[in-house]
């Protein structure tokens, strides 16, 4: 049987990314991202749910999304379900799911930033189409 594991995110950052390098200096950022799903319950209400994901990716990527990206912001991001599991200073177990981001966009629009800023590839507010970043794009 094949295997097949792959993560398509579109949401909004929920907290300012953390970056940090691994001892051989690898770049690692970390990102909260939630996604809103609406529909309309049997009743006819209005219903919504959000799912909040914890994201991780390394390299030059990982420096492009710490450097223009912060909380509020959209983002699209393709990925893996990775499983983390660790033993807690209380001697407990604990795990969870995780998405290790291999790609991403940057989605521009109005209210993309709430402040006009311009995204790299992109106009800012009025750019609609999600911006491709590749590593001939990005400056290091």
């Known amino acids: ?14 907290r300012d990314p953390q970056l940090s390098y691994t ?4 770049a690692v ?8 799903r609406t529909w309309k319950g049997q ?12 994201c991780r990716m390394f390299g030059r ?3 492009v999304v710490n450097k223009y990206c912060k909380k509020g912001n ?25 998405v290790t981001v291999e790609n ?3 989605i521009g629009g109005a209210g993309g930033s709430g402040q006009g800023q311009a995204e790299p590839g992109g106009s800012g507010a009025d750019s609609q189409a999600p911006q ?9």
């Open 1 to 14: 049987m094949a295997n097949f594991n792959k993560v398509l995110l579109m949401g909004r950052l929920t």
């Open 23 to 26: 001892p051989n200096q690898t």
């Open 29 to 36: 950022v970390d990102f909260g991202l939630a996604a809103n």
């Open 43 to 54: 009743d006819g209400s209005q219903r919504e749910e959000t799912c909040f994901v914890d």
């Open 61 to 63: 990527r990982a420096e």
């Open 74 to 98: 959209p983002l699209f991001v393709e990925g893996r379900l990775t499983f983390d599991s660790w033993e807690a200073q209380d001697g407990s177990k604990r795990s969870k799911l995780r």
């Open 104 to 106: 991403f966009e940057f």
């Open 132 to 140: 491709q970043v590749s590593d001939d794009d990005i400056p290091f």
